[in-house]
Structure formats: C-alpha cells, structure tokens
C-alpha cells in the first residue's frame, strides 16, 4: 500500500508565477491535510479537506492560496503570484476517515520544497 | 489558542547517552498528543501518541507520558544511537469543539547522536 504521494518534491518558481502541489492520499483515505513547515519552523495547518469539500480552512492565507480535492484525482494546493515569503516546505497528510472525537493517525507525504526566487 | 512548546536545539548527544525533550502543551479540556520524528529530507512519521491522562506512548525505545497536572509529555530514551538522529517535533489534536482536525506542532526539536 503505497504511502501519501506528493509531486513534485522540489519546485522553483520566480515571483509572480503560480505553483501547484499535488497530493495523493493514502489508499482508502479520504480525508487530506495541508500544512507550511518555514525554515527553523514547525508545521503550521493551513487546510483540511474531504472529498470536494473544505472543512475547515483556518490556517489558510486570505489571498493567493486556495485547494481543492475533487472527487477525481489528486488534492492540489494552489499559490498564485508567488512572493518570497512563500518559500517553504508544503506537507500533505492524510487520514481514513475525520479525526473529529476521534483518535485516527495522520499520515504525512514527503512534502514539496517550493523556492521562490 | 492551543499551542505547543518544546524545549529548543540542537541537541547533540553521544551514543547510548539518556535523552529527554520536554514538551508542555496549553489547551482546553483533554487533547490528544503526539511526537512526530522528521528524518533529513522525509515527511513526518508517528512516533508515539497518548489519548487521555496518565497514558503511556512508547515506541522504538522511546516514551512519553500524558501528564494533565504538568501539561506536559516530555519525550524520554534510555540509550540513543545513531540512527535517531532527526528532528522531534510534538503536537496535540482537540477533541472536542471547532478545527478538530488539524495538529497543532511545537518548533521541533534537532537531536543529533555522535558515535
């Protein structure tokens, strides 16, 4: 059973150009998680979705920043017009089903390192 | 707001030395609680987790206890090697309430063991 999927592991974009990170949950899962790692930084949440559905989207940056997960397909966390700041380590992680009351285990992918020059 | 604190690093430690990494968490009502290990270049992996108060996680040799009084869950190793070297991050999850899905993580802390 392969684990979290996530491409592409390394992404250069320059300021102003979109990025699109790609997340493909764990067989049988069909709950997804989003979170930003800075450098010297924890992971901080930024989304978690089901299956073309938002829950809860607390973390998210107000603009620029938004994702999907369609009911086909892959989750992707899109960053429109990119600026410096967005340089960081993305983690998509997974769970079977909602944690909410719950006690399930995330499972994390091994992240996308976006640079922007 | 919930929030996480561990204590900072690096830490680096010989072979077979004793580890602690502290972690205290602030939260409302009863969280769940984490450690989380981050090899170089990987995701995260589940360490160990704990649900409710007094419960022990352990795995690998490593533990930690859910202490409500403290609210704390330090991480503890009797005789570190090599291999466990990588960064330890802790986290909790809400039970109850609004955003009960999301982790909420500590800085991380770098251990590195030298031979």
Redesign the interface.
């Known amino acids: 059973n392969a684990g ?1 999927m ?1 491409n592409p592991r390394h992404l250069v974009r320059r300021r102003g150009q979109e990025a699109r990170l790609r997340c493909s949950p764990m067989k049988g899962h069909s ?1 997804v ?1 989003w ?1 930003r790692q800075l450098p ?6 930024m989304v ?1 979705l089901q299956k073309e559905n938002i ?2 989207e ?2 998210m940056p107000k603009e620029r920043f938004s994702a999907e997960f369609p009911k086909e397909g892959p989750s992707i966390l899109r960053i429109q017009q990119v600026v410096r700041g967005d340089s960081a380590a993305y ?1 998509c ?1 997974s769970s079977p089903q ?6 399930n ?7 996308t390192r976006l640079t922007v020059l | 707001g919930d929030s996480v604190t561990q204590m900072e690093g690096p830490v680096t430690l010989s072979e077979e030395a004793c580890l602690t990494i502290n972690c205290t968490y602030t939260a409302t009502g009863y969280p769940s609680l984490f450690w989380y290990v981050q090899y170089p270049g990987e995701g995260l992996q589940l360490l160990l987790k704990a649900t409710k108060a007094d419960d022990k996680g352990s795995n690998k040799g490593f533990e930690a206890t859910y202490r409500k009084e403290t609210t704390s869950f330090h991480l503890e190793k009797g005789s570190v090697q090599v291999s466990d070297s990588a960064v330890y991050f802790c986290a909790l999850k809400r039970n109850y309430g609004g955003s009960q899905g999301n982790l909420i993580f500590g800085k991380g802390t770098k251990l590195s063991v030298k031979p």
């Open positions: 979290v996530q709950h998680y979170y010297e930084e924890g992971l901080k949440f978690y829950i809860d607390s973390g983690f992680a909602g944690l909410a009351g719950g006690h285990e995330q499972f994390f992918g091994p992240g």
